[in-house]
């Protein structure tokens, strides 16, 4: 039996849960992608590894119904969302009619794994972007167990994620809901836990990094990352951080996210949800700054969960286009090309064999963020005192 080639791979583990001998196993390959291997001595050839893979079969799909902007009328929740807090109220909904909520949490080691919330405060690890692949399959069989149970579930995820979900049960279920993003990519996690290496003092835990892609705190809404570092709390933008301008560059993504075929208005999913980057063109009713999520409703069910907490939110319609403009989202024919790295292969090889630092000063030090470097380290040697001098100096003069 053979699987799909490697570079369509996601990754979403449905194959290895489905297969009746377990003769799926995942190893890393070279960029660090967890990527599945059938034990050959093992397989009984019955096919089942390729009917749930998500890159050969393509579930059922849905037509986006209609498209929202959101803003979660709850302000401390919304202040510990990445956008606009919308994950935050459909869990309690689910909670609330004693169901289980999935979703993409750290673990000790700050490797991205899915697991099960069955309260708030079991999902509130949950919030908040985590920019790296994560493991989905382990959840897919526990899953399946609850829904026989008839316990209502929650399952948010990365599109080929629910895909290998919804291809692994065979069937569909009325008492669960999907929730996919508006993806752009998930980073190696080898390139994530190199890039860790660089910011953990020594003798340090995983654990106390408190790292946070899409910080609030220090200026609102925006791409800032905090983590505690060496001396004190370290604070730095999509530009200026070495990860995250990777990601932002899409120099890290597994290779299936540049010919992902997820990434258009036939949703697997019953909701869809996103940042609305450039909101402030289109809608001008909400606090900006404090982050707005765009939603696609995909599904009947999906509408009917939406509208269930609506009175929570402060929800406007809008348009699929206006939210597809800033987002990894294609409609219509037009597909969206991502261009892949010429040294891509290079990058991979010195994070492996050299470590994360030489391969940022060789490929990473481009002159967008060396002026932005060089920007900021000014500021840093500025005392405080001078800054409010200049800055007056600076207002008169305007």
Same mark, same amino acid.
């Given at each position: ?7 369509? #791979?996601?990754? /979403? $583990?449905? @194959?290895? +849960?489905? *297969? &009746? ?16 291997v059938i034990l050959q001595d093992q #397989?009984?050839? /019955? $096919?089942? @590894?390729? +009917?749930? *893979? &998500? ?201 299936s996210c540049f010919q992902c075929p997820y990434g258009t208005e036939q ?132």
């Amino acid at each position: 039996m053979m699987l799909v080639d490697a570079s369509r #791979c996601t990754g /979403c $583990g449905a @194959c290895a +849960k489905a *297969c &009746p001998k377990q003769a799926i196993v995942f190893q890393d390959d070279h960029e660090g992608f967890p990527t599945p291997v059938i034990l050959q001595d093992q #397989c009984v050839e /019955c $096919g089942l @590894c390729n +009917k749930v *893979c &998500p890159a050969i079969n393509m579930p059922q799909t849905h037509e986006i119904q209609q498209a929202y902007a959101v803003q979660l009328l709850d302000k401390e929740a919304l202040k510990d969302s990445t956008s606009g807090g919308v994950f935050t109220v459909l869990s309690r909904e689910i909670f609330r009619r004693g169901g289980v909520v999935y979703g993409c949490v750290w673990d000790e080691n700050y490797n991205a794994v899915i697991r099960c919330a069955h309260n708030e405060e079991e999902m509130k690890p949950m919030r908040g972007s985590k920019y790296v692949w994560s493991w989905a399959g382990d959840t897919y069989p526990e899953i399946k167990q609850q829904l026989e149970a008839g316990q209502t579930v929650m399952f948010t995820g990365l599109p080929c994620q629910v895909a290998g979900l919804r291809n692994y049960l065979r069937r569909d279920y009325e008492n669960l809901f999907t929730l996919d993003f508006l993806c752009s990519g998930t980073p190696s996690p080898m390139a994530f836990q190199k890039y860790l290496d660089t910011i953990c003092k020594p003798g340090m835990k995983r654990s106390e990094l408190n790292l946070k892609f899409r910080d609030k705190n220090p200026y609102g809404l925006g791409v800032h990352i905090t983590y505690k570092g060496r001396k004190a709390k370290k604070t730095s933008d999509h530009i200026s951080n070495p990860y995250y301008y990777s990601f932002y560059t899409r120099l890290v993504d597994r290779n299936s996210c540049f010919q992902c075929p997820y990434g258009t208005e036939q949703r697997v999913a019953d909701l869809t949800m996103g940042d609305y980057w450039g909101v402030a063109k289109f809608h001008t009713e909400f606090d900006i700054n404090s982050g707005v999520s765009a939603i696609l409703i995909n599904s009947e069910r999906g509408n009917v969960l939406l509208q269930t907490v609506s009175e929570q939110l402060q929800i406007v319609p809008t348009r699929a286009a206006d939210i597809a403009a800033g987002n990894n989202l294609s409609l219509g024919n037009k597909r969206k090309t991502i261009k892949v790295a010429p040294f891509r292969e290079q990058f991979f090889q010195t994070v492996k064999t050299k470590g994360w630092k030489a391969a940022e000063y060789r490929y990473l030090l481009t002159k967008p963020r060396v002026k932005v470097i060089i920007k900021d380290g000014i500021k840093r040697m500025i005392p405080s005192n001078v800054k409010v001098i200049l800055k007056k100096v600076l207002k008169r003069k305007g």
